[in-house]
Nanobody
Framework: QVQLVESGGGLVQAGDSLRLSCAAS????????KGWFRQAPGKERELVAAIGRSGGPTWYADSVKGRFTISGDNAKNTVYLQMNNLKPEDTAVYYC??????????????????WGQGTQVTISS
């Protein structure tokens, strides 16, 4: 079992930056691929960034490519999402998730095994 707790959300203005953190407990996340999802009101949950279990490769949704960076610190059992140049359309609840993969298993786009409770990110224009 893996427990995930997100933090770092908040209300900022367009163009600002935020860094989300996802602290894991229970098992080392070094055995898991990690992803950040978001869900805006009235919309489906979508994957915005993911990283393989060994710290790579990474994958980004087109809507955030060049603005968001996912990274992991396996020693701290923590995953981060650095979000720069935020836009009002980035407003959503952001969730981190983990999926067990084999070494070299790449970056899964779905069917994640464990989820955090989410953190609200609101961008004002």
């Amino acid at each position: 079992q893996v427990q995930l707790v997100e933090s770092g959300g908040g209300l900022v203005q367009a163009g600002d930056s935020l860094r989300l953190s996802c602290a894991a407990s229970g098992r080392s996340v070094s055995m898991y691929a990690k992803g950040w999802f978001r869900q805006a009101p009235g919309k489906e949950r979508e994957l915005v960034a993911a990283i393989g279990r060994s710290g790579g490769p990474t994958w980004y949704a087109d809507s955030v490519k060049g603005r968001f960076t996912i990274s992991g610190d396996n020693a701290k059992n923590t995953v981060y999402l650095q979000m720069n140049n935020l836009k009002p359309e980035d407003t959503a609840v952001y969730y981190c998730a983990a999926k067990w993969t084999v070494v070299g298993g790449g970056v899964p786009r779905g069917n994640y095994d464990y989820w955090g409770q989410g953190t609200q990110v609101t961008i004002s224009s």
